[in-house]
Nanobody, 119 residues
C-alpha cells in the first residue's frame, strides 16, 4: 500500500508563488506515476498534470502549463508542485495521487491541501 500526504497550501495573494509537497510512504517502490488534481468550490476534480516516478517525465495540462513545475525526489519519497503567478481561479483543494502500475490508474489519494488566492 502507498499513503500520500499533501502539504503547503496557504492563503496567498494573486501573483504570489507557492510550493506544494506530497510525501509518500509505504510501498513506494510500486509507484509508477504521481498525478496532481485540484477541486475548486462546487467543481469536480480537475486533472492538472503528472510526473513519472522513475524517469521524471512530466505532463502538464493547460491550466498550469507555464506556471506549474512538477518534481520528485525518489530518495526522499516526495513530489512537489511549484506554482507561480497564482490567480484567484487557482483557489482549490490540491491533491496528489499515485498510479501503482496495476491497471487501476490513479487510485491512491492524499487528503488534499487548501490553496486560497485572494484578488
Amino acid at each position: 500500500q502507498v499513503q500520500l500526504i499533501e502539504s503547503g497550501g496557504k492563503l496567498v495573494q494573486a501573483g504570489d508563488s507557492l510550493r506544494l509537497s506530497c510525501a509518500a510512504s509505504g510501498l513506494t517502490s510500486s509507484i509508477y506515476s504521481i498525478g496532481w488534481y485540484r477541486r475548486a468550490p462546487g467543481k469536480e476534480r480537475e486533472f492538472i498534470g503528472s510526473i513519472r516516478w522513475k524517469s521524471g517525465i512530466t505532463y502538464y495540462k493547460d491550466a498550469v502549463k507555464g506556471r506549474g513545475t512538477f518534481s520528485r525526489d525518489i530518495a526522499k519519497n516526495t513530489a512537489d508542485l511549484q506554482m507561480t503567478n497564482l490567480k484567484p481561479e487557482d483557489t482549490a483543494v490540491y491533491y496528489c495521487v499515485a498510479d501503482l502500475g496495476d491497471g487501476n490508474g490513479f487510485a491512491s489519494w492524499g487528503q488534499g491541501t487548501q490553496v486560497t488566492v485572494s484578488s
